[in-house]
């Protein structure tokens, strides 16, 4: 300490020393382990884009198998069996298309009937009608669920052999979206026999073709309950990969949330947090149940919504599950389907744009597509809320980095997430790094 007079002493020293430092560290132990686990991903789960990766080409980084796709198509296993060509992706595009030509066929008819900008439209219309004759699935789910029901076995056997044949053509021909793969029926034990049967037909005819197990196959598992549930389908991996002559820790798999039991256990626990974490790092995303969650909790059909409140305290619960991981989120589906005359169209293309604009707000960047015109709304919303938050984000990021006054003063935590942003506008198609003067490299690093 200083002497009375106020000098300051001219070597101060640390009152602690190392063994109090020790004592503090060993006290501190569980919560370091917990920050450990949350802060890194498991042992071969996916986590995101090596710097290495960047690039300016968007959509084509697919390749690499590290994007979060926008959206997820849902398609029964029988009409994807009917397609042996596998042309299942550009037919959607092709109807998308055909859905703006009928009924909004100018960038001012489409702004009317979404209730989007003018000049937000007119700046997206371009990469819209582009995007739908390029890619107009980014992820495709060969439904063998509720989209395709229960029927008889050999019936099931039979549609998921020509379902996977039909992805297999896709491949061999170019088409096949840069993520696709199955929905199995649930662990659930009326149904885990049956779909752990279906999937391994499938993966029998796609790991015996020619170009192997598709690079971004995954498989979704519905009505999840149970920890116990995911583990078992981890097991049920490891085997299938044994059997099938693939690299350990290949398949992996999404959880969907939709029974309240995986947000909410009867101990009081959130469940899906142990849900996320569970499966041996196989677990690649949460995939949000809109109308079977809601209507597990009584809410009538005409209120079930993806903004019911109940529905959005789930989300909430999911995104606090997974902060921090690798863990993906994806929002739910509008069954309001943009079909009939124009008036119904535009009604719900408007309704699915809104629904798309505000599950982005939210940070869910992904969701699910039930119908080739949903695809407009999709696109349109998506890439308009990337083009029009991409400015403001470049700005800041570019006096972030260059250490330039600016009227906003952020965080290297607000950095990154304003990195990922672009980031994401860029691999969907949105917008280029180069647009706004960014360099994708150091994106990477900051994001």
Known sequence: M?????????????????????????IAAPADAMLSAVGAPAAGAPGESDPGDADESGPDRSESGRRQPVHTVYVPADRAAADPEGRLAPTWGAAARSAIDAHAPTPLALAGATGMRLDVVESVWPRLVDKLAHEPVEDLRVDLEDGYGTRPDDIEDRDAVGSARALVAAGMSGVAPPYLGYRVKSMEPTTRRRGLRSLDLALGVLCGSDAGLPEGFVVTLPKVSAVAQVDAMAEACTRLEVRHGLPSGRLRFEVQVEMPQAVLGPDGVATV?????????????????????????????????????????????????????????????????????????????????????????????????????????????????????????????????????????????????????????VDCGAVTPAEFGLDPTELRRLA
């Open 273 to 425: 947090a142990r849900i996320a974490r569970a499966g041996d790092g196989r677990v690649l995303g949460l995939h949000f149940g809109t109308y079977d969650y809601t209507a597990a909790l009584g809410v009538a059909g005409p209120w079930q919504s993806l903004e019911h409140p109940a529905a959005d305290h789930a989300k909430a619960v999911m995104q606090l599950a997974v902060a921090g991981t690798a863990v993906r989120l994806a929002d739910g589906s509008s069954n309001v389907l943009p079909v009939g005359d124009r008036t119904s169209v535009h009604a719900a293309w408007r309704l699915h744009a809104r629904l798309v604009q505000r599950a982005l707000e939210r940070g869910f960047y992904q969701g699910w597509d039930l119908h080739p015109a949903q695809l407009v709304s999709r696109f349109l919303a998506t890439y308009g809320f990337f083009r029009t938050g991409a400015e403001s984000a470049a700005e800041r990021l570019r006096a972030y980095l260059g250490g330039a006054d600016s009227a906003t003063l952020d965080e290297p935590a607000t950095a990154g997430a304003l990195a990922g942003f672009v980031l994401r506008g």
């Open 2 to 26: 200083g002497d009375v007079n106020g000098d300051a002493d001219p070597d101060p020293r640390p009152g602690l020393d190392a063994g109090d430092l020790a004592a503090i560290d060993a």
